[in-house]
């Protein structure tokens, strides 16, 4: 069975900016370098993400989809943070399908993090 996506309603942000700027200071040089180190290590991520869905590959999906997890819940980015939240959890039941049935919300809210990402650190 393929549960509906819970994602936070649309009323939250892709990115928690005002905790992200309060949590560093108001200062953007170093979200300037968070940014940086998330777009060096989230691609790849993604990357194996998509294809452990592809291949069926669930030691690599789960361990992907926690070690993204984790990188989106420390920069404030709930709504990719609980995709691959779901991604992992079905992962670990042994789901394919369940966590197949969240790669376009992944891809979607992947892309509206990273354009998130540079709009916040260039301020």
């Keep these: 069975m393929i549960k509906e996506i819970a994602l ?5 942000p892709v990115i928690d900016e005002s905790r992200l700027l309060a949590e560093f200071g ?3 040089e170093i979200l300037a370098e968070l940014r940086d180190l998330f777009l060096a ?5 993604r990357e194996s993400i998509l294809s ?7 030691a ?4 992907d989809a926690h070690s993204l997890k984790g990188a989106c819940a420390t920069y404030g980015a709930p709504r990719l943070t609980m995709v691959c939240k779901e991604i992992e959890l079905s992962g670990k039941a042994g789901d394919l399908e369940n966590a197949r049935a969240y790669r376009a919300a992944f891809e979607v809210e992947f892309a509206a993090l990273s354009e998130g990402i540079t709009r916040i650190a260039q301020g």
């Design 60 to 63: 690599d999906l789960v361990r």
């Design 8 to 12: 936070p309603g649309p009323e939250q």
């Design 26 to 28: 108001g200062d953007r």
């Design 52 to 58: 452990s869905l592809d291949t069926g590959n669930l």
């Design 41 to 45: 290590q989230a691609p790849p991520l």
